[in-house]
């Protein structure tokens, strides 16, 4: 079976970006990935990634995938379902085995994690009955099929904010409902939300219930201050209450925190398990590592660290970090 230099698991921001300067490198590398592109799908207008004024995610996330296969990456859409040590080594490095769910095995003399975070559910009657049916967690995918509808957006944070921003211009009405008051939503996403004359702010107050026949009819709300219920009548419920690490693919393999990140140092590398030991070959990138900054340039350019650093684990620098500038330039 071929071993490849490495192995990237995940194809957005992170995991391309590692593509690119592995291949760049001559790496002979591979990305695993159920898909091109990760949470930036959902985002229409993204204004801070540098030398865009404004791109949606999905030209994003496309532009950087072409940019990863012009630079000589091989990609192949499949989920990966579990990532093993072996008994293996090649020159004294250990081999690693990818396992996918279509029953094949990948191995590779390193690996970059970088399979980002998946939507967490708000975990209430009529949820997951709904899925596909008024309930969405893609504003971005699925707002065109809410044109001069009522719609409900659940959560307070940057991607709730942007669901009703994109929403309000294609619904007939978009109720915000926050179980706080406070948002943790940039100030001027929350501002631009706040003059949209369609949205309506229903603050402290949680989702007990969807309720629908067919289709999505309404929600039942509770005020967390007062206790009141009350039922809103909608026909879409978006659900944007962020998302959490799905560690269990590497679990046994690396290090996780308690908060389900993968820790990782300043060169993307990870530790053993239970440990503080550098796991040797195995770095981590994007939204799966603790850094708490999730934005999408943090993600790309810890894809470039894992990818470099990688280089140098392969090339046998060992640890010694091997910079890429000198100071005679
Ligand atoms: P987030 O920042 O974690 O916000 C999640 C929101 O959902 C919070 O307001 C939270 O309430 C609420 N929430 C969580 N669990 C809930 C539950 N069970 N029931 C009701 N409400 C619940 O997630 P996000 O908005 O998806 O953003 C994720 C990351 O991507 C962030 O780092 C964000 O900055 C980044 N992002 C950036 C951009 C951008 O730069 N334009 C766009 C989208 C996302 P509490 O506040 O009460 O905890």
Redo the contacts with the bound molecule.
Sequence with gaps: MEVYDIIIVGGASAGLTAAIYAARRKLNTLVITKGIGG?EL??NN???YPGFLRISGVELANRIFEQAVKSGAQIILDEVVKVEDTDEKINDKPVYAIKTASGKTYKAKAVILAFG?TP?N??VPGEKEFVGKGVSYCATCDAPLFKNKVVAV?????????AAHILSQIAKKVYLI???E?????EY?VERVKKLENVEFVLNT??KEIKGDITVKSVLVENVQTGETKEIQVDGVFI????YVKTDIVEGFVKIAKNNYIPVDKLCRTYKPDSDEIKPGVFAAG?VTDIP????VVSAGQGCVAALQAYNYLHDLGETIFADWSKSL
């Design positions: 949470q959902e985002t993204i204004e801070n975070k967490r708000l975990d659940v959560g307070g944070g940057n991607s709730a904010f942007e926050h179980r706080r406070q948002f943790r939503a940039f996403l949680v989702v944007e209450i962020g998302s939204d900054f999730k934005q999408l």
